[in-house]
Nanobody, 123 residues
Framework: QVQLVESGGGLVQAGGSLRLSCAAS????????LGWFRQDPGKEREFVSS????????FYADSVKGRFIISRDNAKNTTYLQMNSLKPEDTAVYYC????????????????WGHGTQVTVSS
């Protein structure tokens, strides 16, 4: 089992930045692929970014490429999502997820999920 706890969400103006954190416990962190997804009410949960267990490979949705940066610190069992140049359309609940598979953008490949943190971007 893997437990994931997100933090760092909040209210920010358009153009601003936030950094989300996700602390993991319960399994060797360095063996996990980690991902971030987001969900707006009435919409499906969508892929945002993922990072391989080594941290050497990162993947991004086209909508956030060039603005968001994913990273991980295996010594702290934590992954981060640095979000810059935020837009109102980035408003959503952001979820951290973990997988034992190679990096994937499919939520079906992530069996472990946090409870989410709300990000609201005002125009």
């Amino acid at each position: 089992q893997v437990q994931l706890v997100e933090s760092g969400g909040g209210l920010v103006q358009a153009g601003g930045s936030l950094r989300l954190s996700c602390a993991a416990s319960g399994r060797t962190f360095s063996s996990l692929t980690l991902g971030w997804f987001r969900q707006d009410p009435g919409k499906e949960r969508e892929f945002v970014s993922s990072i391989s267990w080594t941290g050497r490979k990162q993947f991004y949705a086209d909508s956030v490429k060039g603005r968001f940066i994913i990273s991980r610190d295996n010594a702290k069992n934590t992954t981060y999502l640095q979000m810059n140049s935020l837009k109102p359309e980035d408003t959503a609940v952001y979820y951290c997820a973990a997988s034992l598979r190679r990096s994937s953008s499919s939520r079906d490949d992530y069996p472990y999920w946090g409870h989410g943190t709300q990000v609201t971007v005002s125009s």
